[in-house]
Every structure is written in C-alpha cells, then in structure tokens.
C-alpha cells in the first residue's frame, strides 16, 4: 500500500514518521522545503507537486490546518485527487465541517474519502498512542485501519462519512466547556480560601476529575496562555457543532462560549 502524506506541522510531522517507520512507502508533499528536511535519508519520498503525491498514493493522509486547506491541497487542475487512481482513499485528519468531506465524496465519486480527525497532539503521535475518529463504509476504513495504527492505538469508527468530524468537535465542545467550569472553580476556590493547588490535584484524581482542570491548572488558573494556542481553533470547532446540531440554549453551548469569551475569541455566528 503507497501512502502520501501532506500537512507536515507539529502533529502531521510525526504522523508520517511513524507511517514510514511502519515501512510503508511514503511519499510527502510540503509548501517549505524546510518541512521535509527531517525526513531526508528514512526512506520517504519527497516530491515536487500535488499532482505527482496523488498519483503516487493507494491512501492519501491531509492534515492540514483548516477547510480552505483542504480544498487547496485537493481540489483544482494543481490539487492532488486529480491524478489519484479510481478506488484510492483519501483520509482527512484535519478538523474540518463534515460538509467539507461529503462535498469532496460527491465531486470525486471514483475516490473514497474517509474522515478521520484526531486527538492527543504531537507528542502522542509520535508515540503511536493518538485517538482516531473515523467516519466513512466500514470497508473503507478497515482498509485504511493499517496505516491509521501505525500512529494511534484508538481508531474508533463513529458511522457514515462525516461522523468522524461530529464526534471531534462534540469532544472539543465539551473540551471547552469543562475549561469554562475549572477556571470558575479555581476562582472559587480562591475566594473561600482553598489551596488551588491541593484542588487542582483533587480535578485530577476525584470523582469531579478533569483533563481541562490540568491545563488550567499548568496555565496558572486562567485562560490567557491557552488563548494563543487554542482559542480560534476551539470557536471553530465549536461553531461546526452548532451549525450541525444547533444547541441553543443548552448548557454546554453556554459554558463552552464562556470559554471562548474569556480567551477573547468567539464562535462564527454568534452574537458579540
């Protein structure tokens, strides 16, 4: 199976790592030469275009930023699903609105596509310990399976195409909102006079424990490093979720724009 690898950042670098690691032959496009140098002499294959990535590619990984990235790396006489082989697959990483991925399924029916956002960062992709939510035929991703455990240990199938990108940002969503609570609990506990410390270690192992009272924590008990990092990626997934599924009026969606208020960012279509 030819596999081709494009979106060589933070968590896509090590991603394609461990694909050629696996003894796949890979193949990698990047826009800065720069991205490619940690790969020179392993056994991947750069090459110069688009073009020349989808016609070397049995399964074609993106995990670029956004959905604009994904269209441009695909689509148009440059993108690389115009020299893709009939019953390829392409995987999308990206967190991205399932609409983008079902578009690129109706506009390219000889090609399967697959989505599969993920979970962890770079750090557990380099370890092989990612999370992968997939949506597409059961098939399909089955056939993908190989290349997706090569850098996780959880490929979870969610259903049809487009599932995969529900579950990351409902996952994201909730994300956000439990950042929203642990900065009011710490703020609380700071009031009534309670080592925020000592309850930064009760989020981490009681029965109120929470991933997002960590990075609060090792924030410094508020928002503001997060913010740079995370903020405009969180109002974009938790946007997607609101246009899919709506969620007016519901607690999550109150205490998740909380969050994105306190980073200074909001979510496209809501209300300043």
Sequence with gaps: MRVGFVGLGSQGAPMARRIVDAGFPTSLWARRAASLEPFHGIGATPVDTLVELGAASDVLCVCVVDDNGVDDVLRGPDGALQSMSDGSVVVIHSTVHPVTCVRLQEDFPHLYIVDAP?????HMAATGELLVMAGGPTEVVERSRPVLETYSNQVLHLGPLGSGQEAKVLNNTIFAAQLAMATEAYALAAERGLDQQALAAILASG???????????????????????????????????VDRA????????????RALEQMGVSRPGSTP
């Design 118 to 122: 993920v979970s962890g960062g770079g």
């Design 246 to 257: 709506g969620l007016a009026g519901t607690a999550l969606l109150m205490a998740a724009d």
């Design 207 to 241: 029965s109120g424990r929470s991933y997002a009272g960590e990075v609060v924590a090792g924030g410094g008990f508020n928002l503001d490093g997060l913010a740079p990092l995370a903020g405009g990626l969180l109002a974009k997934d938790v946007g997607i979720l």
